[in-house]
């Protein structure tokens, strides 16, 4: 299994980014994004599960409104978009997979089985 972040970068205040994250390897129950910044602990930030046909998505407080996850099935690729982003959404940002299946404000705790490397997100004010 390999989980590959990217798009990761230097954005003003109110600025957007979008992260991609390429998978492979084998399927998974959900995703997610984390995030970590130096001298804090690992937050978590979005997840999505897929649910027969449809997709379900859960979203940290702190980014909830302005982050956006999402999946394109046919790349294997996983997105988060993140709009009116604040100098305190500086981080490093880590891709996720899981086999457990979660809904909702568990999936903020769930086991996750496969990280990616991690991409660095820098927001000036």
């Known amino acids: 299994v390999q989980l590959q972040a990217s798009g990761g970068g230097l954005v003003q205040a109110g600025g957007s980014l979008r992260l991609s994250c390429a998978a492979s390897?084998?399927?998974?129950?959900?995703m997610g994004w984390f995030r970590q910044a130096p001298g804090k602990e690992r937050e978590f930030v979005a997840t999505?599960?897929?649910?027969?046909?449809?997709?379900?998505?859960y979203y940290g407080d702190s980014v909830k409104g302005r982050f956006t996850i999402s999946r394109d099935n046919a790349k294997n690729t996983l997105y988060l978009q993140m709009n009116s982003l604040k100098p305190e959404d500086t981080a490093v940002y880590f891709c996720?997979?899981?086999?457990?299946?979660?809904?909702?404000?568990?999936?903020?705790?769930?086991?996750?089985?496969?990280w990616g490397q991690g991409t660095q997100v820098t927001v000036s004010s």
């Open positions: 999505i599960t897929w649910i027969i046909r449809t997709s379900s998505t």
């Open positions: 390897g084998r399927t998974f129950s959900g």
């Open positions: 996720a997979a899981r086999s457990k299946f979660c809904s909702g404000y568990e999936c903020s705790s769930t086991p996750y089985d496969y």
